[in-house]
């Protein structure tokens, strides 16, 4: 297959961009970038795909999503409480299997449509929807939510001990492991998942580390998110989260540690020196009342990755939103810059999923994820710099075409073997259905 006259912005080291330019996928990896001339007469029985009036970068690697609480939309910002504490929204186990299921498809559905190309799913009933990932051609990085402490006792403070949480959400993450790890032509990998250090007890948090060892997976968790974890893990512990995860083994480059909001300056180095990640969450933490200190995290040398967490499957928007906060929290009024901002959201989050060897930026060599952006709409043109175009003017809808492994996942707008309208009306009767319980 060779694209012609599309917009490249290769999102390499040396930030390559070429105009009217030309790629070439052989089977599941990019063969060559060049122009349009040359790669015609190298490769003459090529398909062409007329990219004219596009932009083509890489697909974007979202490395912290919890696709099933789309059902929380337009809702779970405001209700001052994170949904998973609250027994007053449809979420989590107050979902039946089949309302999570349709939610989580419906999830990943809106951010394969919206550029997501590689996703680090993390939430409950995994296994169910693995299957669907793997037919919509997804990348993913799959973890089931593991606790051993019941959430909802925690917004009154008490960190009371489910024995039956432990052993069944343990239990299913292993088996999403053991079946999943490593399939789909290598597009559907595993992590272990910890829900954060005050949901997990010290002793748990122990065993699911050797865990991730003996099976050479990598760590989905939250850090450092909310003042009442800190506050308990002092208590509990005697020290910050991130120590007490550095003092029991999970920090590390394969792990990926999700918020970070409220760290020291000691465990901003900790988390530089074990080579961790940070999955950083600018709409849903700035909704909330909450910034990261991001520039501090990356002054260190941690590698810091945009993901929209939950309720939104759009990079744009996150985008948007980390640019804007980081420049109002620091006084800065022209850093992080689009092109920082738009490696945050692709070789950044490769690199936090232990994939910048194969995704992140279009090179030759490496995995074919991309995707094609329509260029002449009112709300982009004209176009000055394609990076801040792409950070401050694209919308998610304006994603025209998705490939994942080479494979054409999105056309023209709209997810392969979807019934798009079908899923959103159905969507859409069960939210009622479910909020309906709360009423």
């Not at 498809?105 to 550029?115: N, P």
């Not at 004209?382 to 994603?399: E, K």
Request: aromatic share 6%; net charge negative; hydrophobic share 40%.
């Amino acid at each position: 297959m060779l694209l012609i006259k599309g917009d490249i912005i290769t999102m390499n080291e040396t930030g390559d961009i070429l105009p009217q330019g030309a790629m070439v996928i052989n089977d599941d990896k990019i063969e060559a970038i060049g122009e349009e001339v040359t790669l015609k007469k190298q490769y003459p029985q090529a398909e062409i795909v007329d990219c004219s009036s596009m932009m083509i970068m890489p697909g974007f690697v979202n490395p912290h999503y919890h696709g099933a609480l789309v059902v929380n939309r337009g809702v779970g910002s405001d209700t001052g409480v994170p949904p998973l504490y609250s027994r007053n929204v449809p979420q989590g186990v107050l979902l039946t299997e089949e309302e999570c299921d349709l939610f989580n498809i419906f999830g990943y559905v809106e951010a394969l449509r919206a550029g997501n190309t590689c996703i680090a799913s993390n939430y409950i009933q995994s296994m169910k929807s693995i299957t669907a990932m793997k037919d919509l051609g997804l990348r993913a990085v799959i973890s089931e939510r593991i606790h051993n402490i019941d959430f909802f006792r925690v917004p009154e403070g008490i960190y009371a001990l489910d024995a039956k949480a432990q052993e069944e959400t343990l239990a299913k993450n292993i088996e999403i492991i053991d079946k999943w790890h490593n399939q789909a032509n290598g597009r559907i990998t595993c992590h272990f998942g910890p829900h954060a250090p005050d949901t997990c007890t010290t002793n748990f948090l122990a065993e699911i580390t050797s865990l991730a060892k003996r099976y050479d997976v990598g760590i989905t968790t939250h850090l450092a998110q909310s003042k009442m974890e800190v506050a308990e893990i002092q208590r509990r512990d005697g020290v910050t989260p991130v120590q007490l995860y550095h003092d029991l083994g999970i920090l590390g480059s394969g792990t990926v540690a999700a918020h970070c909001i409220h760290v020291t300056e000691e465990d901003q180095a900790l988390l530089a020196q074990t080579n961790t990640s940070v999955a950083h969450v600018p709409e849903g933490n700035l909704k909330k009342g909450d910034i990261a200190p991001i520039a501090a995290l990356e002054e260190k040398g941690v590698n810091v990755a945009i993901c929209t967490d939950s309720m939104s499957g759009s990079m744009f928007e996150s985008m948007r939103f980390g640019l804007a906060v980081h420049r109002l929290s620091s006084g800065n009024r022209t850093e992080p810059n689009p092109r920082h901002i738009l490696e945050m959201a692709t070789q950044k989050g490769a690199k936090a999923l232990g994939m910048d060897h194969e995704i992140g930026s279009l090179e030759v060599g490496k995995k074919a994820d991309f995707i094609a952006i329509h260029k002449n709409k009112f709300h982009i043109a004209p176009i000055v710099s394609r990076y801040g175009t792409l950070v401050h003017s694209v919308q998610a809808s304006d994603v025209a075409h998705v490939w994942i492994d080479g494979e054409w996942c999105v056309k023209d707008g709209h997810v392969a073997g979807i019934d798009e309208g079908q899923l959103s009306k159905e969507v859409q009767q069960i939210s009622d259905r479910c909020w309906s319980r709360y009423q």
